[in-house]
């Protein structure tokens, strides 16, 4: 997390995460997989994959509004997406 001398390769990456090990998802209970940059593995996971993550009220927004649709038992469409990826309602702000 600091500036470290990149000429000299002591700080290169040291290996690859398994295939079997990587963080995935398949047949999901919801149906869906919804991400925004937050962490996708727990804190016990074994391998550093980053230092940095977003919060996660954005993927929880992301789901309030699939759930919405869902619940419907509507077909999603573009403009459904791009409303999604528009939306500006912030669940951080709601909390605070």
């Avoid at 600091?2 to 149906?31: K, Q």
């Avoid at 649709?69 to 500006?88: C, H, N, P, V, Y």
Wanted: charged share 25%; net charge negative; glycine share 6%.
């Amino acid at each position: 997390m600091v500036p470290v001398p990149g000429w000299d390769g002591s700080h290169d990456w040291s290996g690859w995460i398994p295939f079997e090990e990587l963080p995935r998802s398949f047949n999901t209970a919801e149906g869906y997989l919804a991400t925004a940059s937050q962490r996708p593995v727990g804190p016990d996971y074994s391998y550093l994959i980053a230092n940095f993550w977003e919060p996660p009220y954005r993927a929880y927004r992301i789901k309030e509004l699939l759930e919405e649709k869902i619940a419907q038992g509507q077909k999603f469409s573009l403009e459904d997406m791009t409303r999604i990826q528009m939306d500006r309602s912030s669940t951080q702000a709601l909390e605070v």
